[in-house]
């Protein structure tokens, strides 16, 4: 079993990395870290446990560490990183230079050039990076992002429609109050509400899906040649995101054909990846969030509401933020690191 750590451990995305690692087949949890009020107490005493299973007995009473890489055993071999973004800028080159591999979910980092943003179904080829990336800044370990949570949603059926040309595409989010944490949104400001602005979360579905869908040649990636433009809202859903997205592309497939491109999408063979990767419903009304979010145990997207524009397609696109879209992504690109010999 190969030893792991996460960092940032007591917060939403921290809790679900533990639901999800609990019996992981590969992966088993040595290290957890959080901010110096939490570090020395037992995880059960510092975590405001909010997953919709009971706290792991296998981690309720480890002690947590500060988050420092004098205080992470030298037997751990991956980190998964569930910080900040403000923070983990500062803190995530501290553990790469002590030589540890940093599966991260957080923002910063996404766009740099040497910095791998991977979803393993879209773009494993981008792994290879790392190489350049620890050549050019010197660490011994090997930093990977997954996207945002609403990029990753969106992604997926993307990358199984690129045969067609892609062009342009337009996207509206209705996202759930746990993407924005336990502390993001209060009650009051969101029961009976929708929020029409979710600080820099366009820029990055904007920015983030052109890089994933781009080619990766002699050691850079030429980013996807079309625009894409967003509009993002928070409703009040706890988990799920649902997107409207519209796309124009260079050729002119049919509503079957995009049907049949997206429910062949292939998945990866990794122990977290669904398969199918893309539930394709036939039903207008489907996906929603309430019934679908848990389609592949979280990690799948939903599809649905497929129909011709004026000059395209638009559908419907649903994925489990907190999970597919957060812990449940670093996971997979941990799997697929220690798949490609990175561990």
């Not at 870290?33 to 405001?48: I, L, Q």
């Not at 990977?144 to 993307?158: D, E, R």
């Amino acid at each position: 079993m190969t030893q792991v750590g996460i960092l940032g451990a007591t917060g939403a995305v921290g809790q679900r990395f533990i639901q999800l690692l609990t019996d992981h087949p590969d992966f088993d949890i040595g290290v957890l870290t959080a901010s110096a009020d939490s570090a020395g107490d037992s995880y059960r005493s510092a975590a405001k446990w909010q997953v919709d299973t009971p706290i792991p007995e296998s981690v309720a009473d480890q002690t947590v560490r500060r988050t420092d890489p004098e205080a992470v055993p030298d037997d751990v071999d991956l980190l998964f990183s569930s910080l900040p973004s403000d923070v983990a800028a500062t803190v995530e080159p501290e553990f790469l230079d002590a030589g540890y591999v940093v599966s991260s979910n957080s923002s910063n980092e996404r766009q740099a050039p040497d910095v791998p943003l991977v979803i393993p179904e879209v773009n494993p080829e981008h792994l290879d990076l790392l190489a350049e990336q620890q050549d050019r800044r010197g660490w011994d370990g090997a930093l990977v992002k997954n996207p945002n949570c609403s990029t990753i949603t969106m992604v997926p059926a993307l990358a199984a429609l690129r045969e067609f040309e892609i062009e342009r595409v337009h996207v509206a989010t209705l996202q759930a109050v746990s993407g924005a944490g336990y502390s993001g949104v209060s009650s009051m400001e969101i029961i009976d509400n929708a929020l029409p602005h979710i600080g820099g979360e366009e820029g990055k579905m904007e920015h983030e899906s052109r890089k994933l869908l781009g080619e990766y040649t002699d050691a850079t990636i030429d980013w996807l040649d079309a625009d894409v433009t967003a509009s993002c809202n928070r409703i009040p859903t706890i988990d799920g995101h649902l997107e409207n997205v519209f796309v124009e592309f260079g050729s002119d497939p049919s509503v079957g054909d995009v049907e049949s491109a997206l429910a062949s999408a292939e998945s990866a063979a990794l122990p977290s990846a669904p398969d199918p990767l893309i539930t394709v419903f036939s039903d207008p009304d489907r996906p929603q969030p309430r019934l679908d979010r848990m389609v592949g145990d979280g990690m799948g997207i939903a599809v649905g509401g497929i129909q011709e524009t004026a000059t395209g397609v638009q559908f419907n696109v649903l994925a489990h933020n907190t999970i597919r879209g957060a812990a449940g992504a670093s996971i997979l690109n941990g799997e697929l690191l220690a798949a490609r010999g990175w561990l």
